[in-house]
């Protein structure tokens, strides 16, 4: 037998290190080949890491939260397959399978299915009842039917009594009756009574359909409250003196602002900085203070391109396809580019001032900021610029569906040319946004809504938006900068533009 350890690999372009988020295998496990082990959460995405080897899972040697060097060894197989690889201490004893209430013979593995519809109204098991069975512990209970008055059940003539000679059914042990246990105090009995029906469910608790509502709307468990019903069932004032103590406690528990005469150390919540925010937050920094960045905001009439956005999607071509106004804002910003090539760049130091260079990409990898649940995230779609509106729209959809779900992969958030970032979903009207490493521009998006606006001297509601453009001043100077941003608005103001 050969044990293998796995080492993290570099799953992105000069990778250094990674967070175990979640092991998917444990030891004892079998894997094959390309079997994906764990989740590891790099700069700025989860990646699955699929196993190298086939065998037994041995050892984790990383738990989950930690977070490691790349080459670090994560993962111990062994390549012995054969046979159970959980080992032989940890098996569960192997046991006849247990009924709700008796044990199923040895020899009744075929009456195991018509044992699984005891609990039916009108089943009957194969080849006769098993005696001492009970309903399934998950089957669905209806109320008992409420049968006629004992003197017209006195009345009715007696059933034939079963001739004394037939056999008893292969799956009931002939000799003896099977013990049937009481059930546990306070809990309703499942067993069959005497009439042969089978009512309620163990455990359950006794409420009126309307009591149940309200514990519903309330969040309250009702196995959690005392039952002081004539029949042990919960009522409304149960209900009421339960959130009142409820409440009760709540109000003595620390808020957000915890307790003015707790030890400051306990006032003060720490969250350690890695994966995402530590990736964005080394990003900033390299950003902010090495690119000399220049702001400049325009205020634009978007509602032709609100009237554009709402035929395209009763246009039966974008069927299915989510349209929104940042759709033609991508578009116009590729349109801007072209027309205005220097803010489609980076700046390259080359280590000296001296040799600096300025390269113009002629090709867009178009950047889209997103807020996901785990922090900043700007994937970018690739070649946006040979993209129909169509393909443009199914590719934004697709970005924004797989950062949503911390999907993104390290390649697509490598080689941006230039960032759009609409901080208008979250109902902001203007920013003065960081521009991405490696880049020389970013486009803010901000909120459009309807506001006065002079239209051939007189004042009418339009839907208007403001632009905020941040730029890399040893690259874009001022003028360029303004005619780029005009160039964007223009669209927005005219979307027919796109067809010149």
């Given at each position: 037998m050969t044990l293998n350890k796995f080492n993290l690999p570099d799953v992105g372009e000069g990778l250094t290190e990674a967070e175990i988020v979640a092991w998917k295998v444990k030891p004892g496990d079998t894997v094959a080949v390309n079997d994906v082990i764990c989740e590891i959460e790099t700069a700025k995405s989860i990646v699955e890491l699929p196993s190298p080897f086939a065998g037994t899972v041995r050892e984790l040697l990383v738990p989950e939260g930690v977070t490691i060097d790349v080459g670090t060894a994560i993962i111990s197989v062994s390549d012995d397959v054969a046979g159970d690889p959980t080992p032989a201490d940890v098996r569960a004893p192997e046991a006849p399978a247990q009924l709700m209430y008796g044990t199923l013979p040895a020899d009744a593995g075929d009456d195991a299915a018509a044992a699984d519809d005891a609990g039916t109204p009108g089943a009957r098991p194969a080849g006769g009842p098993l005696v001492g069975s009970g309903p399934k512990a998950d089957a669905v209970k209806r109320r008992p039917r409420k049968t006629a008055a004992a003197p017209a059940q006195a009345a009715r003539p007696a059933a034939t009594p079963a001739p004394a000679t037939a056999p008893a059914p292969a799956s009931v042990p002939a000799a003896g009756p099977v013990a049937v246990p009481a059930a546990?105090?306070?809990?309703?009995?499942?067993?069959?009574?005497?009439?042969?029906?089978?009512?309620?469910?163990?455990?359950?608790?006794?409420?009126?359909?309307?009591?149940?509502?309200?514990?519903?709307?309330?969040?309250?468990?009702?196995?959690?409250?005392?039952?002081?019903?004539?029949?042990?069932?919960?009522?409304?004032?149960?209900?009421?003196?339960?959130?009142?103590?409820?409440?009760?406690?709540?109000?003595?528990?620390?808020?957000?602002?915890g307790k003015a005469g707790k030890p400051q150390d306990q006032r003060v919540e720490t969250i350690p900085v890695k994966g995402v925010r530590k990736a964005t937050a080394r990003a900033m920094v390299e950003s902010a203070f090495s690119a000399p960045h220049v702001s400049i905001?325009?205020?634009?009439?978007?509602?032709?391109?609100?009237?554009?956005?709402?035929?395209?999607?009763?246009?039966?071509?974008?069927?299915?396809?989510?349209?929104?106004?940042?759709?033609?804002?991508?578009?116009?910003?590729?349109?801007?580019?072209?027309?205005?090539?220097?803010v489609n760049a980076t700046w390259v130091d080359n280590g000296a001032a001296d040799t600096a260079e300025i390269q113009i990409k002629h090709y867009m990898n178009l950047g889209i900021a997103a807020a996901t649940p785990r922090g900043l995230m700007v994937p970018n779609i690739k070649n946006a610029q040979d993209l129909s509106l169509k393909e443009l729209a199914l590719a934004l959809n697709n970005l924004a569906t797989t950062a949503r779900a911390g999907r993104t992969q390290p390649a697509e958030m490598q080689g941006g040319t230039l960032t759009v970032t609409?901080?208008?979903?979250?109902?902001?009207?203007?920013?003065t946004p960081i521009i991405n490493p490696g880049e020389v521009a970013i486009v803010a998006f901000g909120t459009i809504k309807q506001k006065p606006w002079v239209l051939d001297g007189e004042v009418i509601p339009r839907w208007i938006t403001t632009l905020g453009g941040s730029f890399d001043h040893r690259v874009v100077d001022g003028d360029l900068s303004a005619r780029f941003m005009a160039d964007v608005a223009a669209i927005l103001e005219e979307p027919a533009l796109l067809l010149d």
């Open positions: 546990p105090a306070g809990a309703e009995d499942t067993r069959p009574t005497l009439g042969g029906t089978i009512t309620g469910l163990v455990n359950r608790v006794l409420a009126k359909p309307p009591v149940r509502k309200i514990a519903r709307d309330l969040g309250i468990d009702l196995a959690d409250v005392v039952a002081t019903g004539l029949r042990g069932e919960v009522t409304r004032e149960d209900l009421v003196s339960y959130q009142s103590q409820r409440d009760a406690e709540l109000d003595k528990a620390d808020g957000f602002w905001f325009v205020d634009v009439d978007a509602s032709r391109t609100m009237e554009f956005v709402k035929r395209l999607k009763a246009s039966r071509d974008f069927e299915g396809v989510r349209v929104s106004p940042l759709l033609i804002l991508a578009k116009a910003v590729i349109w801007a580019a072209a027309r205005n090539p220097s609409n901080i208008g979903a979250l109902g902001i009207d203007t920013g």
